[in-house]
């Protein structure tokens, strides 16, 4: 009857449910998702690329900075000075097209240009395109693209960083689901090891036969073996989620084995923050999956190509004016109500290209690869919304699944205590007991399986949203 007692102890024990081993260090897929924002290579590039983003913006603003000049001129013939001209200038590009430009002429010298104004003058004049480039042209293209282009490598940073979390949660996962397979065999190896020391008691007792012994030792030394198998799997896994964790000085972290991961499957704070609602998922992924941001952002910059080779559409005509004055007298005295009476100096350029050959081309390339880049964008909302059906028909059916398993597994507990009891009763073996015993544990590890697949799931749920990042 003692021996029956302390069996059923054992058993008892064997039935509990997982317990995490005890240690000093845990880590959760907070922690994790954490370290990598904040440590990983590749986050570091992408925050590169944004930061050479920025830079082609400074570069495009350069056609915009107000450029100061000089010109110096002099010729000198067998002593005869033929002329000398200096000639001092800014001129001020701006947004709209119009060039703004002021500056100095002094022109001395015996064979002066009779075009010419000779002694010190000055000039204040513009420059604009009334046709071709006077909406947009190619500086102004350049920075609204690089402005673009940053906005578009921001979003491509987020999608990196969706993208590179869901990696680093498969491998979390998988080292969760390997720590909670070997705690299970480290259990059941010394559940194990006590059954065999009473079995074999009871046999020099004379209270069982020596083939429970034998089939004792076979269970044993089988679980020892799972368990061996179980521990490379840790090993292995914290290998691969070692991938993604890095140190702040930029070195790879080794995950040690004594790190385990935290105590308790539903104890993972995003989890409870996450929105599990299909529609909303729906609708946040059509808002703010930077995949489909992405496509956006292609869609501004390509619109801005159109609208700049439409110029190619229109005749060039450029028309300068410039007012003059003697010495250094900026601004007349009359004022600018009579541009055209006096002291000026216009110049009124046209082309027209006969055929607009190269315009009808090159827009119509434009317009094409726009409606292309638009088709593209229809095909990847389409997937992304497939993607998200995809992962909650997943998430509902892992969730019905696990409840079902937890269930069974409470069962298979149920037909090993009945196995042991019909054992003491004489009616049953040891063999069927180890055999009811590894269905429980099967069962039970099926249960772990289904549990980290479930979590995965809620996490790749999110992902397929572009939520992750």
């Known amino acids: 009857m003692k021996f029956r007692s302390i069996f059923l102890l054992l058993l008892t024990c064997f039935s509990v449910k997982l ?27 992408t925050t590169i690329s944004i930061a050479k983003r920025k830079a082609e913006i400074t570069q495009a603003r350069a056609a915009f900075d107000p450029i100061i000049s000089n010109y110096t001129t002099q010729k000198t013939v067998n002593g005869l000075n033929y002329y ?29 240009d009779p075009t010419q104004t000779s002694g010190q003058s000055s000039y204040l004049g513009i420059s604009l395109p009334l046709a071709k480039n006077l909406l947009i042209d190619k500086r102004r293209a350049a920075l609204q693209q690089a402005k673009v282009m940053n906005s578009l490598a921001k979003v491509a940073q987020e999608s990196v960083i969706n993208n590179l979390l869901m990696e680093a949660m498969d491998a979390y996962w998988q080292w969760v689901k390997a720590h909670q397979s070997l705690v299970i065999l480290k259990n059941v190896v010394e559940v194990n090891e006590k059954r065999f020391n009473l079995v074999k008691q009871a046999f020099l007792l004379g209270e069982r036969p020596a083939i429970d012994t034998v089939e004792a030792l076979a269970q044993l030394n089988s679980f020892k073996f799972e368990r061996n198998q179980r521990l490379l799997d840790f090993q292995n896994s914290g290998l691969q989620l070692s991938a993604y964790l890095w140190k702040a000085n930029g070195d790879p972290y080794g995950l040690p084995e004594q790190v385990t991961p935290q105590e308790g499957w539903e104890n993972e704070l995003n989890i409870q923050n996450f929105n599990l609602v299909l529609n909303d998922l729906m609708d946040a992924a059509e808002k703010n999956h930077p995949d489909l941001r992405q496509y956006n952002y292609k869609i501004e910059s390509l619109v801005i190509d159109k609208r700049l080779k439409f110029q190619d559409l229109l005749p060039k005509i450029d028309l300068t004016y410039n007012h003059l004055a003697k010495g250094t007298q900026w601004f007349p005295s009359t004022g600018f109500t009579n541009l055209f009476e006096n002291n000026f100096q216009y110049g009124l350029k046209m082309a027209i290209p006969l055929r ?18 638009r088709l593209d964008l229809d095909q990847s909302r389409l997937k992304v919304q497939l993607k998200v059906q995809s992962y909650f028909n997943e998430f ?41 015993e590894t269905k429980a544990l099967e069962a039970q590890e099926k249960l772990i399986e289904l549990k980290a697949k479930y979590y995965k799931t809620i996490y790749a749920l999110q992902w397929s949203a572009g939520l992750l990042n």
């Open 356 to 373: 607009f050959s190269q315009g009808r081309g090159a827009y119509k390339e434009a317009n094409l690869k726009l409606q292309e880049t």
């Open 84 to 112: 000398d001209y200096n000639s001092p200038e800014i001129s001020i590009p701006t947004w709209y097209g119009i060039e703004i430009s002021s500056g100095l002429e002094n022109l001395t010298g015996s064979r002066l």
């Open 396 to 436: 509902l059916n892992l969730k019905n699944q696990t409840s079902l398993q937890s269930v069974n597994y409470a069962n298979y507990m149920e037909l090993v205590k009945a196995e042991e009891t019909r054992f003491f009763n004489g009616e049953s073996s040891m063999f069927l007991i180890n055999a009811r």
């Open 19 to 45: 317990q995490a081993q005890d240690s000093l260090i845990t880590l959760n897929a907070e922690q994790v998702l954490a370290i990598v924002r904040a440590y990983h290579p590749v986050v570091k590039q």
